[in-house]
């Protein structure tokens, strides 16, 4: 469904949901960002002191699959929700967001490199 659906769809699923619950009210940037540091400390609970081939194993384990999609949906549902609320365009923020990050990292000063932008 991620070739067919629109972020627009997402966020609407997760602004029904949460208006469905009256939980608008308990909804601040701070409140949401929040969750969504929580939610990816639970998604890196799974993965804590585990080695890179350990990593994939746990993802393509049908059995251990289940909690990641779980929490990175999670992880998710906390962006769209904050972005649904404060009218952020994800997709603009995203390309202005590589677009910053191509001028940081030039593709010929960097390739095959993991070093941070003021180290090379």
Known sequence: M?????IDYAKSVV?????????????N???IAIG????????????????PDQAREIVADP????????????VFYCVLRFAQLNGI??????????RKNEEKYPAALVRGQNKKYDEY
């Open 29 to 31: 940037p701070k409140d």
């Open 89 to 98: 365009d994800l997709i603009t923020a995203l390309e202005e967001k590589i």
């Open 63 to 74: 059995a251990r699959r289940g909690d990641v999609c779980d929490e990175l949906s999670d």
């Open 15 to 27: 602004k029904k949901f949460c208006d469905d619950r009256d939980w608008e009210q308990y909804h």
């Open 2 to 6: 991620d070739d067919t659906a629109t």
């Open 36 to 51: 969504m540091v929580t939610e990816a400390s639970e998604l890196l609970q799974i993965f804590r002191f585990k080695t």
